[in-house]
């Protein structure tokens, strides 16, 4: 009883917390009214590649310029395609797929930071630095999460996030034509409100601190770029994380928890998730007008060693992960309202050992070293465009699978829903409004092993309360532009069964996330 009043009062008090957050953002609106009626620039950030490229123009072959053209890129990565017809679109009759008549060349950024920059006084200096063939930008992102119901304990935890990112065209530079080198080096610092307040081992409900933890200066990217066959084949290798291309989107990036990739993917070893990088590289190619096809090879280490990105030579190496993906990309009737469909399948060589872990004898028998694979299923669907032509100027519904070989994954299913929604309130054309609800089932191998050693009095494992099953977390977030180059986003997030038990009661969180770009 009293645990189910204190519940009763702590949702109140997360009521009261996410009222004020959006209170907050409400005063910044009114203080920034010209800004919300400019023109948003849908470009992808220096030092990093739009997930989709765009199509070159049907008709002449040729790739078009964007229509609001990012003042720092400087070498573009549009695909032209292979065969000039449509793959899957051409299912769909001339009314519904406007792709019919040509190609289009709405760029699919990322939509998780403010057009412009913070300082556009050193414009002139980025503009002489960009003609003589570099771009660089940096970010801060800073993140606070508050328990105000539930979890292990009330508080508050703050991370942030310094990132430089680089990029050298090298045909500027040296005379070497198409070729781009890409760097990027970032500063984490803080605590992780999972660990700390909710009593969460397994799920991040924070972007920032989801990896790497403190690092000063960690070396995330560092890779070369280069088209060709007439810009048909783009290919990328150096040290790189895996899901800046393969399992990702623009979308899920604006969420919190699935930055830069869905959890049950973040994981384990295997899938490089930003910010850690591995050597490896990958292809891409545009079979069609509507389809984008990339494969990758790249090395397998653990996920908490290298923790700075420097140290190359004391990597362990204990297998190749060999992604594949395909995306179905459609455009829909007169407002060309754009769809990414996308199926994917990773295989790592490496031979993990059974979750099971350590079981009185006689009940069990563990598996022998076992390869991991993954399988996943994303989609999203534009539902109305509002502000532009690009692919970021509307609203979006959102949903994806994933699954992993269970015995040796710490998730073997998650699955997702939400919406992306722009402009949802009168005279504010470029706030974002997100919700997502994610389901996340642990391996049953790992039942298994707690159960019986539960059964025989032995411990289960450090953080581990009882037997795991499963969790699931609601995320919303209202992303406002105040100012060019600020993004303000108050965020609430409702975890149920922490530690993936019922040992803990559910948690409710508020918070805050701030990008600043110079």
């Not at 402009?423 to 642990?442: A, E, L, Q």
Request: hydrophobic share 40%; net charge negative.
């Amino acid at each position: 009883m009293e645990i189910r009043r204190r519940a009763s009062t702590d949702g109140i008090y997360a009521l009261y917390a996410i009222s004020i957050s959006f209170i907050f953002c409400l005063c910044f609106l009114l203080l920034t009214p010209s800004f919300a009626d400019e023109p948003l620039l849908q470009s992808a950030p220096a030092g990093q590649q739009p997930l989709v490229p765009a199509p070159a123009d049907s008709k002449t072959g040729s790739t078009p310029a964007p229509e609001t053209p990012a003042k720092h890129a400087s070498v573009s990565t549009r695909l032209n395609t292979i065969f000039r017809t449509e793959g899957l679109s051409i299912l769909l009759t001339n009314r519904e797929d406007a792709l019919r008549v040509r190609d289009l060349s709405a760029g699919y950024y990322a939509s998780s930071e403010a057009p412009g920059h913070i300082l556009p006084e050193i414009s002139d200096f980025r503009s002489r630095l960009q003609r003589r063939g570099v771009t660089f930008q940096f970010t801060y992102k800073g993140e606070s999460m508050a328990d105000v119901g539930g979890g292990i304990s009330r508080g508050m935890d703050y991370v942030h996030e310094l990132t430089l990112q680089t990029q050298f065209d090298l045909g500027k530079l040296v005379g070497l034509d198409g070729w781009t080198i890409h760097t990027l080096l970032m500063e984490r610092v803080g605590r992780e409100v999972s660990h700390d307040r909710v009593g969460d081992y397994n799920i991040s409900l924070m972007e920032v601190y989801s990896l790497s933890g403190h690092s000063v200066a960690h070396l995330t990217d560092m890779y070369a770029q280069k088209s060709f066959l007439h810009n048909t084949v783009d290919l990328a290798f150096g040290r790189m994380a895996l899901t800046h291309v393969f399992a990702t989107s623009p979308l899920l990036c604006s969420f919190m928890m699935t930055c830069s990739a869905p959890v049950a993917i973040k994981l384990d070893a295997g899938f490089s998730v930003y910010p850690k990088a591995t050597w490896g590289g990958r292809v891409r190619l545009r079979p069609t007008r509507d389809t984008i096809v990339q494969v990758g090879a790249y090395s397998v280490s653990p996920l908490n060693e290298d923790i700075s990105g420097w140290a190359w030579a004391g990597e362990k190496s204990t297998g190749l992960m060999l992604p594949v993906e395909f995306t179905w990309q459609p455009f829909f009737g007169r407002r060309k309202l754009a769809g990414h469909y996308v199926l994917g399948f990773a295989h790592d060589t490496t031979r993990y050992s059974d979750n099971i872990g350590s079981v009185p004898v006689g009940t069990a028998r563990p598996h022998s070293g076992e390869a991991r694979d993954t399988f996943y299923l994303e989609a999203d669907q534009m539902l109305y465009r509002k502000g532009g032509a690009n692919q970021m100027a509307g609203g979006y519904i959102l949903g994806g699978y994933i699954h992993n070989t269970p015995d040796v994954s710490v998730i073997s299913d998650e699955f997702y829903i939400g919406s992306s929604l722009l402009g949802i309130i009168p005279h504010r054309p470029h706030d974002r409004f997100g919700v997502m609800y994610s389901y996340y089932r642990i391996s049953p191998r790992t039942e298994l092993g707690e159960r019986l050693r539960m059964d025989a009095g032995m411990p289960l494992g450090a953080h581990v309360n009882g037997p795991q099953t499963h969790a699931a977390v609601l995320e919303a977030y209202y992303g406002v532009p105040v100012y060019p180059g600020i993004l303000i986003q108050p965020e609430f997030e409702y975890m149920m069964r922490p530690d993936e038990t019922s040992h803990i009661p559910n948690a409710e969180l508020v918070g805050l996330k701030v990008i600043g770009t110079l």
